[in-house]
């Protein structure tokens, strides 16, 4: 078996992906993962938010609805997943939160008025939600989104595939949401590297993921300061105002849905509850506060000095950088 | 991960939910590796009751069979299966049947004769799949012999996804030729040499419900012609064409929380012979960690008789009338059930399979005018493992 790393990158989601894997040719490989690349194109077209024809859009637009719709089962359990989300961070991760983005427009850069997150409060709340068995009812006005979710169920549901096609040495990356498909060839785990937040030529932490996955959420690029004051992309769905608390999170967990569910909840909750809530889950993180303080747990944290500079990328080192 | 500690309540409240997403089945791929697999199988029939068989021989089938087989990627896009077998059985079988003091049928083994049935199968088969974006291209040929029949036959197949690989279509034909040169025919006025062809169809449709259900639908029509009776037995005269239709479905679903799937199966079979049957099977397939699988499995079948079948022979007849002892196209019901287990070691699997199988024309759903004399009951066991390398 070839010991070559072979790497097939595509977009999706709105990201850069890739699937690395050993032991086929680059063109073999393409072949074979053709259905991996329709699985994620399907989850695509059927969750994306933008896609008016999206099964998403049609969701949303049923709001108000009396009867609902029909929802499938993976949407039932994407919505059962979502609702532990929601209970177990208190309601700070709900899946109907999407709607601030229409007072909020991190490209303008511009801090909307009160008034308008107050009026858009009472259309968000996961349990205004009635969900039956094969019913979804939403009251007027509200939508919802599975962006947190989504990408990070793919990552695993690929790296499933890609072990039920046989293969053995592998890893999923979706936009910085990994997922091991199997180790390195010789048991080794696989070496990644977590982005600095701020020096994007620098790692802020490295790891080794023997099985599982990894994902970070951050403000990386997607904030903006205004007088002074950062403003996350990451929204309080109580308040309506952007978070305040840790700059960037990112967790390893036996799936890449359980790492990405667990780091935006942690960015969610006000930085010294965060890190508390990292530190009692016992998963291996990695974070870095407001002050630009970094520091977790089971991850080699990387001093930002020369030798810490990301090396070019080529088919032969292992080189997984978070770039979210 | 810190295994050791106690998980919070949050994660094992998380955890759940994530690990209860379904991932979607897979789409045509062709093996990436190489399997070679080995299976040994018994088949023992039960003595026939003293009360069918007053005289000589009871003792019926035993057969053991050895198969391996071996399915290797052969290109970027294609794959080869090859697989052989080999059979012995002994025993005896019906030969004809006279009526008792009552009336009643009884049977009278071949092996009464001290002839008793001994043979050898071997068959060789090879199958290539092509697999493409969409669907899978198949074809085979084989072959098998014995010492008073010999089969060849040749088959294609090809099967196309459409509707995000969600439905998959499948038509696929084979024909077959078989020679039959029973042993000992002049000792016992048996035919010479005959022939009989089989040509069949089958289009099938599966579709994938949800991510947990799965169904599938398929209709088969078979065409026979040729020498279609059994030349051991005394008076076995059938028509030389028959003429077969059958519609099979299959429901399977997966239970997240039980970590298992059930499987119902249903079929409906005509022919023109007579015969129409109703075969209903369920098996749980029950997941045990990663490892190990346990399925209990139950099946009901029951059929009408052939228009031309009697219980006992009838010698008064000229041989221009068809007509037949054999049991197998009496009006019968059977019932079988067993259990079987896989344990998956990742580059090794075991698997064990059990079936009790009892026939009986009390089981019958339909008329029952002649009871059929002979009905089987076996017990079937196998033991099989594989090897991915």
């Known amino acids: ?324 | 991960m810190k295994k050791h500690q106690p998980r919070h309540h949050s994660l094992i409240a998380l955890s759940t939910t994530a690990l209860a997403l379904p991932g979607i089945a897979c789409a045509d791929s062709p093996p990436l590796q190489s399997t070679l697999s080995y299976k040994f199988s018994n088949y023992q029939e039960d003595d026939l009751p003293r009360r069918e068989a007053p005289f000589g021989e009871r003792q019926r089938y035993d057969i053991d069979i050895h198969q391996l087989r071996l399915v290797t990627p052969s290109g970027s896009n294609t794959s080869l299966q090859i697989d052989a077998s080999h059979e012995s059985m002994s025993g005896a079988s019906p030969w004809f049947t006279t009526a008792d003091s009552n009336g009643e049928p009884q049977v009278n083994l071949s092996g009464a004769s001290g002839l008793g049935i001994s043979d050898i199968r071997n068959e060789l088969a090879f199958s290539g799949s092509y697999y493409f974006n969409s669907g899978t291209l198949g074809a085979s040929i084989g072959r098998s012999e014995e010492d008073d029949y010999r089969s060849s036959y040749a088959g294609f197949s090809a099967q196309r996804n459409f509707n995000r690989e969600m439905t998959t279509v499948a038509v696929s034909f084979s024909y077959a030729e078989d020679d039959i040169f029973p042993s000992d025919a002049e000792l016992f006025n048996r035919v010479l040499d005959e022939q009989k062809t089989v040509r069949s169809i089958a289009l099938s449709v599966s579709q994938i419900i949800n991510q947990v259900t799965t169904f599938q639908t398929a209709i088969t029509t078979t065409d026979q012609s040729g020498f279609l009776s059994d030349p051991y037995k005394l008076r076995d005269i059938r028509p030389d064409e028959k003429n077969q239709l059958a519609w099979s479905n299959s429901l399977r679903r997966y239970f997240i929380g039980a970590d298992a799937a059930l499987q119902l199966n249903y079929r409906t079979y005509h022919d023109d012979f007579g015969i129409s049957s109703h075969t209903l099977d369920a098996a749980w397939h029950q997941n045990l960690g990663n490892t190990f699988q346990v399925i209990p499995h139950f099946r009901y079948y029951t059929q009408s008789a052939a228009d031309f079948y009697t219980s006992i022979d009838d010698f008064s007849l000229p041989t221009s009338n068809s007509q037949s002892s054999d049991y197998r196209l009496s009006s019968y019901g059977a019932i079988s059930g067993g259990i079987n287990f896989v344990a998956d070691f990742g580059d090794w699997a075991l698997s064990f399979n059990s079936e009790r199988y009892i026939a009986n024309h009390k089981y019958s759903a339909y008329d029952v005018s002649q009871p059929g004399a002979g009905l089987v009951q076996f017990f079937r066991y196998s033991l099989g493992v594989d090897f991915t390398f």
């Open chain 1, 1 to 324: 078996m070839s010991t070559t790393l072979r790497r097939i990158p595509f977009k999706a989601m709105g990201s850069h992906c890739e699937i690395q894997f050993m032991g086929m040719s680059r063109i073999e490989g393409r072949k074979k993962l053709h259905p991996l690349l329709n699985e994620v194109q399907r989850l695509e077209r059927k969750y994306s938010r933008y896609d008016p024809d999206s099964y998403l859009s049609e969701i949303n637009l049923m709001a108000g609805n009396r009867l609902g719709i029909k929802i499938d089962a993976e949407t039932r359990l994407l919505l059962a997943h979502a609702r532990s989300c929601f209970e177990q961070s208190d309601g700070l991760f709900d899946i109907t939160s999407g709607l601030l983005r229409k007072a909020w427009d991190f490209t303008s850069g511009r801090v909307p008025d009160a008034q308008e997150i107050e009026q858009l409060l009472p259309h968000i709340g996961f349990d205004k939600l009635e969900i039956t068995r094969s019913r979804l009812i939403m009251p007027t006005g509200m939508e919802i989104d599975f962006g947190g979710i989504v990408k990070e169920y793919a990552a695993d549901s690929l790296a499933r595939m890609a072990r039920n096609l046989g293969i053995e040495s592998g890893l999923v990356n979706l936009g910085g949401d990994f997922a091991v498909i199997g180790q390195m060839p010789g048991g080794h785990p696989w070496p990644v590297g977590i982005v600095h937040p701020d020096k994007k030529e620098n790692l802020m932490a490295r790891l080794t993921l023997n099985q599982g996955g990894l994902a970070s959420s951050g403000d990386y690029e997607r904030f903006f300061l205004h007088e002074g004051k950062r403003y996350s992309h990451l929204l309080n769905p109580k308040t309506g105002w952007p978070s305040d608390g840790l700059r960037a999170v990112s967790v390893a967990a036996e799936l890449c849905t359980l790492a990405g569910t667990t780091a935006t909840i942690a960015m969610l909750k006000p930085e010294a509850e965060g890190i508390a809530w990292l530190q009692e889950l016992g998963l291996d993180h990695v974070y870095m506060t407001a002050d630009g303080t970094i520091d977790g747990q089971g991850m080699t944290l990387v001093k930002v000095t020369s030798e810490s500079q990301l090396e070019p990328q080529s088919s032969t080192s292992v080189n997984n950088h978070v770039i979210n």
